[in-house]
Antibody
Framework: EVQLVESGGGLVQPGRSLRLSCTAS????????MSWVRQAPGKGLEWVGF??????????EYAASVKGRFTISRDDSKSIAYLQMNSLKTEDTAVYYC????????????WGQGTMVTVSS | SYVLTQPPSVSVAPGKTARITCGGNNIGSKSVHWYQQKPGQAPVLVIYYDSDRPSGIPERFSGSNSGNTATLTISRVEAGDEADYYC??????????FGGGTKLTVL
């Protein structure tokens, strides 16, 4: 079964850091780009960023709202994608989903169940 | 950055046809994907590349895209179709963009 499982969410104070993990199974992880999408409570979906597969350089792109604070990385040997979140703000409070796509332009065809991040003092 | 505009809500009676629009500047030149999200659940892809359906998605779901508007059409609407629906594209800077979402209510 193709599956994505996020972990690492929780309560964190403003200005602190948190790292989320997305563990994949059931498919060849290295063949896919991996994206993170978030959803603030009661709000819509917001794309956070993605990392290309190694075949496409393994480079990253980010939304303006997180650029310079968030970093996406991947470990193909473990089938895990990471979202390192630094200098967290209260407005980063959201459910964070990881998703996959083959290349830029593709749809997000598989989603994890999400992990909640609450930024509050 | 590129902006996608969706109506906040659409209501339809069971058995009728629902149409959810997604507006964007020359969106017809882009590929549009649609997601369904039910309360407390992760989004599910229902239409990709304007009009293709993933396996397991009923034929009642269809999509089109032309000019400045993309449309998700749900025929013979059922109570189980009640959900939030989001359109999504990739902009020229390789950034993902979502519409604001449309809440579909089945009367």
């Amino acid at each position: 079964e193709v599956q994505l499982v996020e972990s690492g969410g929780g309560l964190v104070q403003p200005g602190r850091s948190l790292r989320l993990s997305c563990t994949a199974s059931g498919f060849t992880f290295g063949d896919y780009a991996m994206s993170w999408v978030r959803q603030a409570p009661g709000k819509g979906l917001e794309w956070v960023g993605f990392i290309r597969s190694k075949a496409y350089g393994g480079t990253t792109e980010y939304a303006a709202s997180v650029k310079g604070r968030f970093t996406i990385s991947r470990d193909d040997s473990k089938s895990i994608a990471y979202l390192q979140m630094n200098s967290l703000k209260t407005e980063d409070t959201a459910v964070y989903y990881c998703t996959r796509q083959r290349v830029v332009g593709d749809a997000f065809d598989i989603w994890g169940q999400g992990t909640m991040v609450t930024v509050s003092s | 950055s590129y902006v996608l505009t969706q109506p906040p809500s659409v209501s339809v009676a069971p058995g009728k046809t629902a149409r959810i629009t997604c507006g964007g500047n020359n969106i017809g030149s882009k590929s549009v994907h649609w997601y369904q999200q039910k309360p407390g659940q992760a989004p599910v892809l229902v239409i990709y590349y304007d009009s293709d359906r993933p396996s397991g998605i009923p034929e009642r779901f269809s999509g089109s895209n032309s000019g400045n508007t993309a449309t998700l059409t749900i025929s013979r609407v059922e109570a189980g179709d009640e959900a939030d629906y989001y359109c999504q594209v990739w902009d020229s800077s390789s950034e993902g963009v979502f519409g604001g979402g449309t809440k579909l209510t089945v009367l």
